[in-house]
């Protein structure tokens, strides 16, 4: 009981406060992240669903097996339907090429349909797709086809009523190449329309959604029963760049998890480090009363854990309701309702109370249990002990498991090693050119800054460590998510091309070409298309490739050019500037198929095979939402083979109707609409980003209150030192600036080795995490210092405020 009854006699006495504090700041931040970080993660994957309009999607060329179905059922499985193909509907002798869409009554199991009842009316929900007999078109279909709600739209042998305006559907972005204005139609109605025949280009979707097990042992029964031609569709395969997004977004929340680790370790480390030099004089008196090692480390081994407990309790219990509170003043913020909290933040929160208490609050205990009776005598706690390097080894070190614990990732990990340990190496180098400089010739409030960092120069080097720690945490925090929102805005720019046109005719191009130019439409170049397929490599059939690339299982659209895209770059080889003969390869394609530059590639085109060495390795950009093409000719090569163009331009909203001109115009060309799919992704990535700057800004109000902690942690001395100047008749406000200077100092060298340590750790995490190119960042080398200096000196002349403000007697007095 002795370990209690002294842990209740020092809280009475104030001396256990600051590394409670710590432990409870620790604990609440870590927990209110992970169980914000945790429900964000879900709620954006329960929206990002809505893409695929269910969990999981069969695709398929023809109907599946109706045991496949029926088993589904049987495990209690939710499912619906979709049938997809391009036909002619007509209306007043007026007709027009549509993307039919069939839906049951099953559809959609995931997100929501929105349709207008009126020309003008507002936007309604509804809860499946059109009932039989009915028909819900897009509202550009009414000029086109000079129809109006109500009236009758035939498709094939049928009669449909159309009876509403399709707004919008959640998984249309599930085809990005549908032609024309969609039809909206009930599945009970195509026996009777007859449009699809043997032959017919059909696309089945049947839709599943459930409990995530059974969803799992389902589609573990039905692959191996799958053919070639069908595929089982999740939300990375569905929507690869909406998966990308929400990916290197759950990456980033868990890297603000993880620094909000190392905030928390540095407020403890710092707080448990002051109780340890604070105590030293007791463990002192009991050593020379009779008291041994063990004994003394017994006792405060029990109070250790007696108070992270209780302060784990506290810090779950804050986190948790914190959390909360934060989640219902944002409520209309989140993109959908966010799931019920998981128990296993708060196992993230308990290992953090944990590690933080065995990492950093245990070294000082057996300081303390280390402690020379005559340091009593001396009164010299400023300095560390020669064995400090155990707290240095033994906290990181649990913390960087933790980290990896938490993330999952071990480059991550490894990324906040390499920032720590530039800042453990570095403080040491900077403390040391700072308390040489010359900087007492500046005046007095700069002589008394001087004398205090000289007289601390080693502690003050677990300082700078401490808060540069701290401030690297909030750069590579504030650095990162600018650099993954830019990156991620810059996969869509504002006028990226949302409308492609094919099929167009060689004869129609100048007249294409006119017609965009005066509705002021500014497109991409018209590319030729050859439709071909890659049939052997050096002689060597492709169907002897094992793992054969999906690009050329089927056939290619080939074309040639003189103009390389902007978003091209030839890595290998030479462009036609240089080279006369041959096909540029995209190259990640190339490396599939184990490419080298002169290999002879021979393509099968309408019957006719042809030959052509590889003549340069080719990067591009399937963001850029421009024609791009896998294989590029040189001019002059299949230049006379029959060909129809394809092209690319950004047409605002209001500017929709030139659409229908087009069509009119050019009854054969076909348009893709990617509008509505660009607006989705780029609805989502703004979700995303809102989720990041929330758990952002938590971080920040984190990094801040453990800086304050940390200074607190180490102010004892310095009210000391203020109140013997102010007897000795120092002048308050000579003291505060004297406190400003030195604070400042501490702060710039931190923040300098700040940027220093962020700079390095998002050069790892671009390049091996989030995947992004590497980018320098100047401004963070202002940023760091600056902001150091600001927070540092603010939080330490504030921490230290009452040392010129209360009569220096009553000071000493209190210390003594």
């Not at 009915?134 to 086109?144: F, I």
């Not at 340890?276 to 009363?289: D, E, I, N, P, W």
């Not at 196992?347 to 020379?372: E, K, S």
């Not at 005046?443 to 080097?461: K, M, P, V, Y």
Request: aromatic share 8%.
């Amino acid at each position: 009981m002795l370990p209690l009854r002294l842990l209740l006699r020092d809280w009475r006495g104030g001396e256990l406060a600051l590394i409670a504090s710590a432990l409870i700041l620790a604990v609440t931040c870590v927990t209110a992240i992970a169980h914000f970080t945790d429900r964000l993660t879900r709620a954006m994957e329960q929206q990002s669903l809505t893409f695929l309009a269910a969990e999981r999607v069969l695709r398929s060329s023809k109907p599946v097996d109706s045991d496949w179905l029926e088993e589904a059922n049987r495990r209690g499985l939710e499912q619906g339907q979709i049938i997809q193909f391009s036909s002619m509907v007509s209306a007043n002798d007026q007709f027009q090429f549509v993307s039919v869409k069939a839906v049951d009554k099953g559809y959609p199991l995931v997100g929501q349909l929105e349709i207008r009842t009126t020309v003008d009316g507002p936007t309604e929900v509804a809860p499946q797709g059109p009932p039989p007999g009915e028909a819900w078109v897009e509202s550009r279909l009414l000029p086109l086809m000079e129809i109006q709600l109500g009236d009758n739209l035939a498709l094939g042998d049928t009669q449909l009523a159309v009876t509403a305006l399709l707004e919008r559907e959640p998984d249309r972005g599930t085809s990005l190449f549908d032609m024309g204005a969609r039809v909206f139609a009930n599945t009970a109605d195509l026996p009777a329309a007859g449009v699809i025949q043997p032959g017919s280009r059909v696309r089945y979707r049947y839709l599943f959604a459930g409990d995530d097990q059974a969803l799992k042992e389902y589609f573990d029964w039905l692959k191996p029963q799958l053919t070639e031609h069908q595929r089982v569709l999740n939300l990375s395969e569905g929507q690869p760049r909406v998966a990308s997004a929400l990916d290197r977004a759950e990456s980033f929340l868990f890297l603000a998890a993880s620094l909000a680790v190392l905030l928390a370790s540095v407020a403890v480390g710092l707080a448990a480090r002051r109780y340890g030099l604070r105590h030293g004089a007791y463990v002192a008196v009991m050593k020379s009363l009779g008291a041994g090692r063990n004994k003394i480390l017994g006792i405060y081994l029990g109070q250790l854990a007696a108070l992270t407990l209780i302060a784990t309790a506290i810090g779950l219990t804050l986190g948790t309701f914190i959390q909360a509170q934060a989640v219902n003043l944002m409520q209309g913020f989140f993109p959908v309702q966010p799931p019920a909290t998981s128990w296993s933040p708060l196992l993230i929160g308990f290992a953090t109370g944990l590690a933080c208490a065995l990492g950093f609050a245990l070294p000082p205990l057996f300081r303390l249990a280390r402690t020379d009776p005559m340091q009593t005598l001396r009164h010299d706690w400023s300095n560390p002990d020669k064995r400090e390097w155990l707290g240095l080894v033994l906290g990181p070190s649990a913390m960087l498991l933790l980290v990896w614990w938490l993330s999952g990732n071990l480059l991550m990990t490894l990324a906040l090693f390499v920032g720590m340990m530039l800042l453990v190496a570095g403080s040491a180098l900077v403390n040391r050119l700072l308390v040489r400089g010359k900087l007492a010739s500046l005046g007095g409030a700069w002589r008394i800054a001087l004398g205090s960092l000289q007289r601390r120069a080693a502690f003050n080097t677990l300082l700078i460590a401490a808060f540069g720690t701290g401030l690297l945490a909030m750069l590579a925090l504030v650095f990162a998510r600018t650099a993954l929102i830019d990156e991620w805005h810059m996969q869509l720019p504002e006028k990226a091309p949302n409308h492609f046109l094919l099929n167009i005719a060689p004869h129609d191009v100048p007249a294409m070409e006119n017609m965009l130019a005066q509705g002021q439409v500014s497109s991409t170049e018209f590319y030729p298309m050859v439709r071909g397929r890659l049939v052997a490599i050096n002689g060597t059939s492709i169907k002897e490739k094992k793992n054969r690339p999906g690009g050329v299982r089927r056939e290619l659209n080939l074309s040639y050019t003189n103009t390389l895209a902007p978003d091209n770059r030839i890595l290998e080889g030479e462009w036609w500037d240089k080279a006369s003969e041959g096909v540029s390869v995209e190259v990640e394609l190339a490396a599939q198929l184990e490419l080298s530059l002169g290999d002879q590639l021979r393509f099968s085109i309408g019957g006719l095979e042809m030959e052509a060495p590889v003549a340069s390795f080719r990067s591009l950009d399937w963001n850029s939402m421009r024609p791009n093409f896998y294989m590029l000719f040189a001019p002059g090569t299949i230049d006379d083979l029959p060909a129809t163009y394809i092209t690319s331009f950004y047409l605002p909203p209001e500017d929709k109707l030139l659409v229908n001109d087009l069509v009119r115009a050019f009854p054969s060309v076909s348009v893709i609409e990617l509008d509505k799919i660009i607006q989705r992704i780029r609805d989502t990535i703004n979700q995303v980003s809102f989720a990041i700057e929330s758990v952002m800004a938590l971080m920040l109000i984190a990094g801040v209150l453990v800086l304050i902690a940390g200074v607190r942690a180490s102010i004892a001395e310095r009210l000391q030192e203020a109140a013997i100047i102010r007897t000795l008749g120092g002048r308050r406000r000579l003291l505060l600036k004297s406190l400003i200077v030195e604070f400042g100092l501490l702060g710039f060298a931190a923040g300098l080795l700040a940027a220093i340590g962020a700079e390095a750790t998002l050069a790892v995490l671009s390049q091996w995490v989030f995947k992004l190119p590497l980018v320098l960042h100047p401004a963070l080398w202002l940023t760091g210092p600056l902001t150091g200096a600001a927070l540092v000196g603010t939080a330490g002349t504030l921490a230290c405020y009452s040392s010129v403000s209360q009569p220096p007697l009553k000071v000493l007095r209190e210390l003594a």
